[in-house]
């Protein structure tokens, strides 16, 4: 069985990537803060015959997530997809009001949690000459929003990083490609821009299987 890592685990988007990759054959490790929420994630992909674990682990702690992808990779195998799309939050902070403090805590989750993520699985993945990695971020990684100016930055830097793998790592094997979500993800109906998280979780796997393109950008409705 193939194994998908899903860094940021929650009841949105995490759940329905693992829904749509458990359904066609993945064993499914999932990472996040809160073990009461893993707990109830992995019983409800149990009750649809995903094999699944949960991991607690604060992605901010870089020791302790390179740790936890070991014993994911420990349990299930070596991981095949890496998928890294924590909740960034909605900090509304505006650039003239960016400290280093702040920017710091976004950049130690979003972009060096995603290098040490990447650097837990890529080794088995070139050894074995195939994987995927996938991020997910805002469209602030594209246009800077000027009221999320802490988050923009280290979103923009993981942009960058995974465009350079993909042009770097498809010739070993290895797709690396990002989701950038121009859209509330949410199951509800609002007045803006949103996307439900089931067709967020469609791009994930169109990259996966499609193997072709850095990037999708999903709009909303």
């Not at 400290?99 to 699985?121: F, I, P």
């Amino acid at each position: 069985m193939p194994t998908i890592a899903i860094v940021g685990a929650g009841r949105g988007l995490g759940l329905s990537i693992a829904k749509l990759f458990g359904s066609n054959g993945f064993d499914v490790a999932l990472f996040s803060r809160r073990q009461n929420g893993l707990d109830e994630l992995v019983t409800e992909l149990s009750d649809q015959g995903i094999k699944a674990a949960g991991f607690q682990v604060d992605i901010a702690d870089h020791d302790s997530l390179a740790l936890a992808i070991r014993e994911a990779a420990e349990r299930f195998g070596p991981i095949d997809v890496l998928s890294f799309s924590p909740h960034a939050g909605l900090d509304r902070v505006a650039p003239a009001d960016v400290t280093v403090e702040a920017l710091r805590a976004h950049m130690d989750v979003q972009l060096y949690g995603a290098v040490t993520a990447v650097h837990e699985v890529l080794p088995s993945m070139l050894e074995r000459g195939s994987g995927t990695l996938l991020f997910t971020m805002g469209i602030g990684s594209v246009e800077p929003m000027a009221m999320l100016a802490t988050l923009n930055p280290p979103q923009a830097a993981l942009r960058n990083w995974a465009k350079n793998l993909h042009n770097t790592l498809g010739d070993k094997g290895i797709q690396s490609a990002s989701v950038v979500v121009a859209a509330a993800i949410t199951t509800e109906t609002l007045d803006y821009p949103h996307a439900h998280p089931d067709e967020v979780a469609k791009h994930h796997w169109q990259l996966y299987t499609d193997r072709d393109q850095a990037e999708h950008i999903v709009t909303g409705g």
